[in-house]
């Protein structure tokens, strides 16, 4: 299982949300891209970014901080947050994106994420799917859409689309444990997808949990910036 460093970018510093919501954003008062070298160093290959203003205002804001990221030697950087045309697309791929992540537009336009997928390939992206008292969230976690997991996976499976990214809204930013029956459940009902997990990862034993489901990786953010994990704690105890 892969450990997956995250960023959540508002104006241009590392932040933290609790369940989801602005009003509860924590500023760490650390440069994003800085914090990504320290991430990079440590070995982490592979970071998750999320650019909050852009998932609050609809259009991708911190293109600067991400451009820097993106010449981080030896690090692949996946990003979402705002993502809502192909010209983002083309520019965040072209910058050097590992994944574009698209969680909000798949769940409202699922046609034009198929065509970006036609167009560019869809190993180029994660499907994002927030979940929020068991129902899809999107528009920054705001909104709940009244389909099923069990339409909206094997509709995106059927674009192509094979990465999937699943975050518990109530357990991010919480570290009271991530939902691993949520996990487990999404491995054995789509055993063809590619699963990461999101929210509430807080200790070694958690991962292992995670590990346990047969997730391909997890996401850690704020364990990290509050200091109760380490990457290379993850790395040696975990995979």
């Known amino acids: 299982m892969q450990i997956i460093p995250s960023i959540d970018i508002f104006q241009g510093k590392c932040v933290r949300l609790s369940e989801g919501k602005f009003n509860t954003r924590k500023e760490y008062g650390i440069d994003a891209a800085e914090q990504a070298r320290r991430f990079a160093e440590s070995g982490a290959e592979l ?9 609050e205002a609809g259009r ?8 820097e990221m993106c010449a981080i030697e030896r690090l692949h950087i996946q990003v979402g947050g705002g993502v809502r045309s192909a010209s983002d697309v083309q520019r965040l791929l072209a910058m050097g994106v590992y994944r574009v992540v ?9 046609d034009k994420v198929g065509q970006w997928a ?19 969230a ?18 995106m499976a059927s ?8 975050t518990d809204v109530r357990r991010d930013g919480m570290m009271k444990g991530p939902n691993v029956e949520l996990y487990a459940e999404l491995v054995r009902n789509f055993p063809s997808c590619r699963w990461i997990a999101s ?7 958690s991962l292992r949990l995670l590990k346990q489901t047969g997730v391909e990786g997890a ?15 993850c790395v040696t105890n975990v995979c």
Not at 47 to 55: C, K, N, Q, S, W
Not at 102 to 110: E, K
């Open 47 to 55: 970071l998750h970014v999320v650019d909050l203003e852009g998932a």
């Open 60 to 67: 991708l804001m911190n293109w600067s901080a991400i451009e």
């Open 102 to 110: 698209v969680g909000s537009l798949a769940v409202r336009s699922p």
């Open 118 to 136: 036609e167009k560019l390939g869809p190993e180029n992206f994660c499907i994002a799917i927030d979940l929020k008292n068991g129902e899809i």
């Open 138 to 155: 999107y528009g920054g976690w705001k909104r709940t859409a009244p389909i099923r997991l069990e339409t909206f996976i094997p509709g």
């Open 159 to 166: 674009r192509g689309f094979t990465t999937y990214l699943s």
């Open 199 to 205: 929210g509430g990862v807080d200790t070694v034993e």
């Open 219 to 233: 996401i850690i953010g704020k364990a990290f910036y509050e200091g109760t994990l380490t990457y290379e704690e």
